[in-house]
């Protein structure tokens, strides 16, 4: 038969604000495995079940009360409470109940309205209270019988929290030990990578027991919690959606974040230290796009040292760490760090001479830097670029101030207005694909240049019906201006086909004539036409041998001397002719 006193807590409980008629979590573990699936037994809860962490939301100005019942005297205790958003008053308190109830020994409980006074009226005595964002906890190895009351206030805004409270907390351990030495080394600091170390938590060294950690990065300040990561990671500024007025949430209705969940009931104690799913918008809970703020977080198994890559160069950081148990799934968190990351390097500036071609090697996804500082007034100046491997970007900045920027490929030529005493700072910048390797030239006299004029077309067409056993017929677009065009042929594998073609399209573009061997000149001459329409020159390429496959590369030379390569082609004679 449960003593008077104990029916009298099962009425308070029943009148506690929100709460409905029902049993309390029972330290059956199979048994409390299964209420916890029964939604219907803690939804709107004002009840803390032992040993299981529950995760609620509180609204701005309204406190929220929350009681459990300590049966035996003597009776160690543990409450944890975790602010995930925003600071949080909260304050825990025993009541004071009566040694016998009234009614000259009837064994009668009191009358439903009398008791309501009494609960109502008395405040109980205040065990332990805090205010801030901090991870709190009120343990006494020796605790009174009673009936126990957790009030939580936020003045702040809404927010979401996670309580914790349990009789049994020597042998629960649900949250990971730190380590003598809690806080975050960073051992290792460039302009975009940090290296972090710590020391290994005792749950995993000593205990033996799973864990895992978590690194978090952000720009703004340390965390205290892996509660509040999660709320600065939604996307509507907290982790939950805010529940309907007169509601709560599931304190069970949430997911793992580091580990598998349990498989079958009574393998694990406990409840998870996971974070509440989000609920799919519906009638009356629309959801709100935010942009995702600037907060990185990665688990890394076991591991006590992280490299942190893609940071930003000469930036603050703040880095975080939290160990998860594997058992309770719960987390601790280490003493943050922060460092500031390393300044780029000043970029190497080469000088352009006017009129002087230069020769510049860029690195996959790196940048080169030019300065032109014309020695004379200039009207106009012009910029001309052969990107000989690959595409690169050009960017040109007049006095600080962004005048050009262009994706190269091949030749192109900029001419841009001059400017008394300007400065020029030219930045090429390589592709995601590979290296990029560039001529470029910088002239106050645009007319007058080292570099060929070339047509826009810069392909080679063979004509197949003009295809012999020993000779083939090659066409490339010219210009109005006289240049010099130099053809090399070299006999190449019968399969050379897309792929070859593929690796040629790679090779250095700039490479003229002189890298070419004596026996693979075919011939040069000059070539114009005043009218573009008719500007194609032709020439037959003789001296082959019957079924072979031949490369066949038009060179245009400047009055500089510089060359500029049009596309290759491959061409193969007939096996046969009659």
Known sequence: ?????????????????????????????????????DKALFHDSAVIPDRAEISSYLFRDTPKRYFFVVEEDNTPLSVTVTPCDTPLEWKLSLQELPEEASGEGSGEPEPLDQQRQQATSQRGTELSSYRGNDVESFVSPSSPSGLYQLELLSTEKDTHFKVYATTTPESD??????PHDPRVDVVSLGRTTVTLAWKPSPTASLLRQPVQYCVVVNKEHNFKSLCAVEAKLSLDDAFMVAPKPGLDFSPFDFAHFGFPAAGSPGKERGGSGGFPAKPAPGPGRPAHARPRPDVRKVCIGNKNVFTVSDLKPDTQYYFDVFVASGRSNLSTAYVGAFARTQREAEPKVAELKDGRVAEVFVKRQGAQFLRFAPVSSHQKVAFLVHSCLGAAQVQVRRDGKLVLSQSVEGVRQFLLRGKPKAKYLVRLKGSRRGASVLKVLASTRPGKHAFPSLPADTRVKAFDRLRTCSSATVAWLGTRERSKFCIYKREVDGRHGDEGRRRRGEQNQCLGPESRKRSEKVLCKYFHSQNPQRAVATETV????????????VY?????GHSVKYRSKVVKTRRSCQ
């Open 542 to 553: 003789t001296g082959l041998q019957p079924g072979r496959a031949y490369l066949l590369d």
């Open 1 to 37: 038969m449960v003593p008077l006193r104990w029916w009298w807590l099962l009425w308070l409980l029943w009148l506690a604000p929100g709460a409905q008629a029902q049993k309390l979590p029972t330290r059956d573990e199979e048994l409390f495995q299964e209420q916890t699936r």
């Open 556 to 560: 245009a030379v400047g009055p500089g």
């Open 173 to 178: 351990r649900p949250y990971p030990e730190l």
